[in-house]
Each structure stands twice: as C-alpha cells, then as structure tokens.
C-alpha cells in the first residue's frame, strides 16, 4: 500500500534539524543517492535496501526534480529485497550434502563441526543464488515546510528500519515519531499546553516515557468518542488544513474495538467485532475496568467517509481509507494522470487527518478543562445503564 492506494496504514514523524542553506534539490539527490537501492537480482547477496522512485520502483537515480518533488512534497520509496529459502528446503540439502560427504569418507560417522559449517554455508549460497530476492516498497511524502513525513506503512520493523535509512542518509537531521503526547503538545495552543505539561505523568522528556507513561491520553479519548459518537454528534473542523475552520462532520466508532486490562491471570484481551448499537458488549469490558487500545473511526463530511483503526497507545493509523480515487490506465498521460491523483489521495487523506486532529483538540479541551468531571459522570451512568 502506498500513495496511490485508497487504503493506506500511515506513521508521522517530526523531523528535527535543520535543512541546509544550499539549493534543495541539490541536497536531495545528493542525500538519496548516497543510499540508492541497488539490485541484488544478479548476486546470491541475501538483502538489499535502499531509496526509488515512488512511480517506478525498479529506478533509483533522481536525476531530475518530478522523480522526487511536487510542489511542497518530497516523495521517494524505501525497497528492501530479500532472498529467503525455506527452512525444511535448507535442511534438505544440508543433509544431502553431508551425506555426500561421508560417502567419500567411509571411515568417518559424522562431519567435523568445521566441515558441517562449511557445507551448509556453501548450501546456503548456492540455493541463494537460484532464489529471486522478494521485494517490499514502503512510499513516504515529506512537508519540509512542517517539518513533517508521513510513511505508509505501521510495522515496527520498517519504522525502525526507516529511521536507519534515513539517519545514514541525512546528515543531521532525524526523524521522530508523533506519538500521543507530542500529537497533543503540537496542536494546543499555548494556555492548554500548559495543562497538559501539568498532567504529564512522564518522569523525562524522553519519548519512550512519554509513551509509556502517557497512554491515558489514547484510552480516554477512544473512550470519549465512543461515547460521544453514540448521539450523533456533529463536530466541526479547528485546526490547520485543506478543509475551512469551522466545516461540520461526524465521527463515531464501529465496527472493531479492542479492549484489554489486567485479571487475576494477566493481561486479558478482548475483541468486539461486526456494526454495533448500543456497544452492550464494549460496555461491560469497559465496567469491569479494561481500557480500549485500539478502534476504528469513522469520519463523514458531505457524502464523503473515511475510516481507519487508530493504535490508542501510538496514534498510528491502520487501513486508513479514504473516498476513492481512480487512476486511468488506458489512454493520455500516464505521468500527469499519475501526477493528478498523487495530489487528490494527499488532499483526502490530509482533510481526515485534519478532522482527526479537530476531533483530538475537542477531546483535549474538555480533559483538560474543568468540563472533564461532569463528562466522566456521564459516561459512567452511559456505562451503568
């Protein structure tokens, strides 16, 4: 899944440092070329990873400014090939091999420990060899305007292996996740960033204790919309974006909840699936003290919807589908149809962010405010009845 796709998963993060003084794109190719992919296709090298283009996968010389920048977006791919032979196929020949061996050495039972690691490092190359890499691309668009990258993807093995590739390719610069607590820093204004700093149970500044100690903030905000979805009620739009201040949409949660807690024999999980009607089963997880770790949103505005499963203890966002978009194979530019729809999926995915940022900064408003006792009586007598 990636920038062209309707369903997408997506990570933020907050790029720190400063962007060279020297002509942009300059830079960029520099940087991105330092750390191209190169293929493997050609070699037994078991992996491969690096930087492509976005529209063509099997490219990576950025060479010209559209391979890589359009208007106020950078977008490149990270491609990571890998060549895996099955276990029960290795052992097979492994054993063969050995066998081979012995046949030639009557007098010997078993191989010497040197010899075995021998064979089965030759085995392994040679099978290697007569195995095609499988390839993985993972798109990501760049604001350097915001400071802001969003990557298409929510494993934590190609976050990490992201924020590697990209500390090796830009000097100086380094990529931070947006995790609950510093999603809520950015989007409060100065008065309610001083209250928020007042309830941060985080003994550092450190993210992983801004994490970890921080995840009330996930809890009660999935906690708040369930509830509040549950009446019907209209928010409208309060902060930056494509969409004016002030537009009214929906947001409710369906579909998917999941909600855990501890009990006499550990943590338990519990998952709430199918359209629900008065979340009668949520309901009693919730009253016998789990908290919700993750849901799926829904957002409409007009007769446009989006909906996504949103990670309460990380703000990722997981099958994030927006309306859709079609791109036409048949006929005219393929570049500019491809151009077109880069700037449509962007515009849609930024609005739902957008209203879930809007949705974040209600919520915040009253956790933070002296409304949040009265809210809470109301969701517990929501919970009671």
């Not at 791919?77 to 091999?97: E, G, M, V, W």
């Not at 010497?112 to 040679?126: D, Q, Y």
């Not at 151009?339 to 919520?363: K, N, P, T």
């Amino acid at each position: 899944m990636g920038i062209y796709s309707n369903t997408v998963s997506i990570s933020q993060f907050r790029i720190s440092g400063e962007l060279p003084d020297q002509d942009l794109f300059n830079w960029l190719q520099t940087a991105l070329a330092g750390r191209s992919f190169k293929s493997i296709e050609q070699s037994a090298e078991e992996t491969a990873e690096g930087w492509v283009h976005t529209d063509n996968p099997d490219y990576a010389e950025f060479t010209t400014p559209d391979t890589c920048w359009r208007d106020r977006y950078l977008f490149f791919t990270y491609r990571r090939d890998q060549r895996k032979i099955p276990s029960a196929l290795l052992k097979s020949h492994i054993s063969r091999a050995e066998k081979e061996y012995l046949a030639r050495r009557p007098e010997m039972k078993r191989p010497p420990k040197s010899e075995r690691e021998e064979i089965s490092e030759r085995v392994k190359l040679s099978l290697l060899a007569r195995t095609l890499p499988a390839p993985v691309t993972v798109d990501l668009v760049w604001q350097p305007d915001k400071g802001l990258v969003t990557l298409f993807s929510t494993s934590q093995k190609v976050i990490e292996r992201f924020e590697e590739l990209f500390n090796k390719s830009f000097e100086n610069l380094r990529p931070l996740r947006i995790y609950p607590y510093k999603r809520a820093f950015d989007l409060l204004d100065e008065n309610l960033r001083e209250r928020l700093v007042a309830v941060n149970q985080a003994p550092t500044e450190a993210a992983l204790d801004e994490i970890q100690c921080n995840i009330w903030i996930g809890q009660d905000f999935l906690l708040w919309l369930l509830n509040r979805g549950l009446e019907g009620e209209s928010f409208r739009t309060c902060t930056e974006g494509h969409l004016e201040t002030g537009t009214p949409f929906s947001a409710w949660i369906d579909d998917k909840i999941h909600l855990q807690g501890g009990g006499e024999s550990g943590l338990q999980k519990v998952a709430v699936s199918g359209s629900q009607d008065r979340y009668l089963e949520a309901r009693t997880a919730l009253k016998s003290g789990k908290t919700i770790s993750s849901a799926v949103i829904h957002l409409e505005k007009d007769d446009l919807q989006w909906r996504f499963s949103l990670n309460g203890d990380m703000f990722t966002f997981g099958s994030f589908k927006s309306p859709s978009v079609k791109i036409e194979r048949d006929g005219g530019d393929q570049i500019s149809e491809l151009e077109s729809v880069f700037y449509e999926r962007l515009y849609l995915l930024e609005s739902g962010l957008q209203m879930f940022d809007s949705l974040l900064v209600c919520f915040l408003k009253q956790r933070l405010g002296d409304e949040w006792t009265n809210c809470m009586s109301i969701i517990n007598a929501w919970l009671e009845d």
